[in-house]
Nanobody
Framework: QVQLAESGGGLVQAGGSLRLSCAAS????????MAWYRQTPGKQRELVAT???????NYADSVKGRFTISRDNAKNTVYLQMNSLSPEDTAVYTC???????????????WGQGTQVTVSS
């Protein structure tokens, strides 16, 4: 089975930084797009950043210029560097990977369990 495991969340003061990581493990033939989402109770899950295998990146307007998504394909890991954090960034951050388990499988989305990021003022 494929598993995505996030880490790096925690408590941080406004203006601080955190670096999240998400490692995919299991039988994986190919990982296409990896992405980060976040969700606060009572709100819909928000797409924060995406990074296809080709290396391009996309960001939500709310984080552009502050967050950076990157990948280490050799480790099947995606990162999210978060700088200049504000209380509005408080959420559960979850990674997503579109991947094929084997060559014969379709591309499917897999989700991590999420890591809590809390930014205090």
């Amino acid at each position: 089975q494929v598993q995505l495991a996030e880490s790096g969340g925690g408590l941080v003061q406004a203006g601080g930084s955190l670096r999240l990581s998400c490692a995919a493990s299991g039988i994986i033939f190919r990982i296409n797009t990896m992405a980060w989402y976040r969700q606060t109770p009572g709100k819909q899950r928000e797409l924060v950043a995406t990074m296809p295998s080709g290396g391009s990146t996309n960001y939500a307007d709310s984080v552009k210029g502050r967050f950076t998504i990157s990948r280490d394909n050799a480790k099947n890991t995606v990162y999210l560097q978060m700088n200049s954090l504000s209380p509005e960034d408080t959420a559960v951050y979850t990674c997503n990977a579109g991947l094929q388990r084997t060559r014969g499988d379709p591309v499917r989305n897999y989700w991590g369990q999420g890591t809590q990021v809390t930014v205090s003022s």
